[in-house]
């Protein structure tokens, strides 16, 4: 059986850059990118840790064909994306925190 997947989109604490990526564990994810597991990557460099969009799929493969999907639009539509479901930016990882 298949698991789930996530994909999701998270920014620095002043909202100007963001990232967008898929994991069939939204939560260990985050908390990888929040404690900049990998120090020489994007978003440990540009300090990205704030999670701002996700969504579930039943598959990972659906998970990375919409992170894809995102990646192939321009920032404005990314950031209407965003404000769409999280008008104020707010940070979602508390809304995730207690999945497992």
Request: aromatic share 20%; net charge positive.
């Amino acid at each position: 059986m298949e698991r789930g997947g996530s994909t999701y989109i998270i920014t620095n604490t002043n909202n100007t850059t963001i990232y967008t990526g898929s994991t069939t564990n939204l939560y260990s994810r985050i908390c990888e990118h929040r404690g900049k597991i990998y120090p020489y990557s994007f978003t440990a460099k540009y300090n990205i840790w704030k999670l701002v969009f996700y969504k579930c799929f039943s598959t990972i493969q659906e998970a990375r064909e919409y992170e894809y999907y995102i990646k192939g639009k321009k920032r404005i539509w990314k950031i209407n994306l965003i404000t769409s479901v999280n008008p104020k930016w707010n940070d979602l990882f508390y809304q995730i925190k207690d999945w497992d």
